[in-house]
């Protein structure tokens, strides 16, 4: 819907006050979305993940329990996403979690 919106007015040459976030910008102009972008769009998903980042111990394994796999629901329904091939299966360590 939002698509339409904006689509209708530059057809029309109609000026909307619409605020986008910086990494739907740096998508259209082909520049790598950041950490710092993802904590403006999620700021729960940002800071867990720098905590993750930031984490001086090395039992990271043991401590955050994760897998490189992501969880969404859509329409009720809950999805598991892998971020890397077999995702699922690889645990998150102090060496691979960069």
């Not at 909307?16 to 904590?39: I, M, Q, R, S, T």
């Not at 401590?63 to 890397?84: A, D, M, P, V």
Request: net charge negative; aromatic share 8%.
């Amino acid at each position: 819907l939002i698509g339409i919106t904006c689509g209708l007015a530059i057809y029309n040459s109609t000026v909307v006050d619409l605020h986008f976030p910086l990494a739907l910008y740096k998508k259209l102009l082909n520049v790598k979305p950041g950490l710092e972008d993802l904590k403006e769009l999620s700021p729960t998903e940002g800071r867990s993940l720098q905590e993750l980042l930031d984490y001086p111990g090395e039992d990271v394994e043991e401590t955050f329990c994760l897998n490189f796999t992501i969880c969404r629901e859509s329409y009720g329904i809950i999805e598991q996403k892998k971020l890397i091939p077999g995702g699922d299966k690889v645990t998150v360590c102090r060496d691979n979690r960069w």
